[in-house]
């Protein structure tokens, strides 16, 4: 009942915003899509499956940004009742959800950020092509940014990028696989994209 009373009052709420200004975030849309969105249960049944497209979606390769971004923006338009979401409400939306995008890798809960790095480097398309030049880059409120901040089994995703960083370094060390070097080259290279563009910072420099 929670939920159907929350969704009830999304739909009307975009509904609205969409008929009076469809292209464009009215003022005050974002904290009402906040306090809207989170009357709705944690872990509903449409996020779990979302999360897991998501992941499928991660070795899609060049169709990635694509294939992620029908994805998150099918998911609002039918949660939501918001049809043709901008950037700024996509970030919202994210924003909300993103703690709670894990997918079932070999019986296992994984974050999709893990499974992503863990994927050809799909990490890197992930954050630079779609969260930072297709969402964050066209975004009219420049007081929203992207959450990289929030912790999954204790790190944040700057702690899992530099985990990597560590483990492809040992690697090199040790085998000195040419591969091995191109992964950490562009592990370094996302490093500082998340801190540049995202303010990511570590588990242990948070408040």
Not at 47 to 70: A, K
Not at 97 to 106: A, G, N, Q, S
Not at 122 to 145: C, E, H, T
């Amino acid at each position: 009942m929670k939920t159907l009373i929350a969704f009830s009052l999304l739909l009307s709420l975009f509904c609205h915003a969409t008929a009076s200004e469809p292209s464009s975030t009215n003022d005050g849309d974002v904290a009402k899509i906040a306090r809207a969105v989170a009357e709705v249960d944690d872990r509903p049944g449409w996020l779990r499956v979302m999360s897991n497209n998501i992941c499928i979606s991660i070795n899609d390769g060049d169709n990635i940004v694509t294939t992620i971004d029908e994805i998150i923006k099918s998911n609002i338009e039918e949660q939501v009742g918001l049809s043709a979401p901008n950037p700024d409400q996509v970030a919202s939306f994210w924003n909300r959800y993103v703690e709670d995008m894990t997918c079932e890798i070999d019986g296992e809960e994984v974050h999709i950020m893990k499974h992503s790095l863990d994927q050809n480097l799909a990490f890197y398309s992930l954050f630079k092509k779609y969260l930072d030049q297709k969402i964050q880059r066209k975004l009219v409120d420049k007081s929203i940014r992207i959450d990289v901040n929030f912790l999954t089994d204790g790190q944040t995703v700057l702690d899992f990028v530099d985990s990597q960083i560590l483990k492809y370094e040992k690697r090199g060390e040790a085998f000195g696989d040419e591969s091995d070097g191109e992964k950490l080259s562009k592990m370094k290279r996302t490093r500082k994209l998340l801190v540049r563009r995202f303010n990511a910072k570590l588990s242990s420099e948070l408040n």
